[in-house]
Structure formats: C-alpha cells, structure tokens
Nanobody, 125 residues
Framework: QVQLVESGGGSVQTGGSLRLSCVAS????????MAWFRQAPGKEREGVVC???????MTADSVKGRFTISKDNIKNTLYLPMNNLKPEDTAMYYC???????????????????WGQGTQVTVSS
C-alpha cells in the first residue's frame, strides 16, 4: 500500500522559514518523480517544485530562489525547505509521486498517481 505522509507545516511570520518532509512507503521511491503542490482556499491546486529520479528539478516562478526540493533515497523522504516565506505562500501543501519512471517531472496534477493528506502552512504579515 502506497503511503505519503507530510509533516513540518506550521505558522510563521513573513520572512520566516519552514522545512516540509514527506515520508514515502509502498513503492520504489528512488525510481519515481515526486513533487510538492499547494492549494489555498478557493484556489486550484498548483505545482510548486518537482524532482525526477535523476535529480532534475522544475520550480514554479512564484517560489524560485526561495523554495528548493531534495530527496533522501535511503530514508525515502522528500524535503521542501522554504525560505523568505510570504503571506501568499499560505496553503495546504501536498506531496505527490508518480507510479513509475517518467524521465523528467512536470508541475501538473495529472502526472501524479499518489498523494499525501497535506500539511498546512500559514504565513502572517
């Protein structure tokens, strides 16, 4: 059974930092593309950053220079360090994974087969 479990969310002030984690189980973690998405109330879910099995990444313009992505294939854990947070970063953040090797990654929800339950990030001004 595939499971993605996010943690690390919380409330911070503008300019603060958080690091989200996503522990994966039930699939061949190192072979899949993985991503972070977010969804604010009343808005569509949007891609934030993704990484494929070869370490290539794609980052949304809205978070470039502030958010990164990394994965630990031994711990089966995906990370999202977030710096210089802004109120517009407030959202539920979701971890996602593909079911197989994709040879690159996209910030498109339809690409991903597995989703976590999310972790809330709130940034106050």
């Amino acid at each position: 059974q595939v499971q993605l479990v996010e943690s690390g969310g919380g409330s911070v002030q503008t300019g603060g930092s958080l690091r989200l984690s996503c522990v994966a189980s039930g699939f061949t973690y190192s072979s899949n593309s993985m991503a972070w998405f977010r969804q604010a109330p009343g808005k569509e879910r949007e891609g934030v950053v993704c990484i494929d099995s070869d370490g290539r990444t794609m980052t949304a313009d809205s978070v470039k220079g502030r958010f990164t992505i990394s994965k630990d294939n031994i711990k089966n854990t995906l990370y999202l360090p977030m710096n210089n947070l802004k109120p517009e970063d407030t959202a539920m953040y979701y971890c996602a994974a593909t079911a197989e090797y994709t040879g690159g990654c996209l910030l498109y929800t339809g690409t991903y087969n597995y989703w976590g339950q999310g972790t809330q990030v709130t940034v106050s001004s």
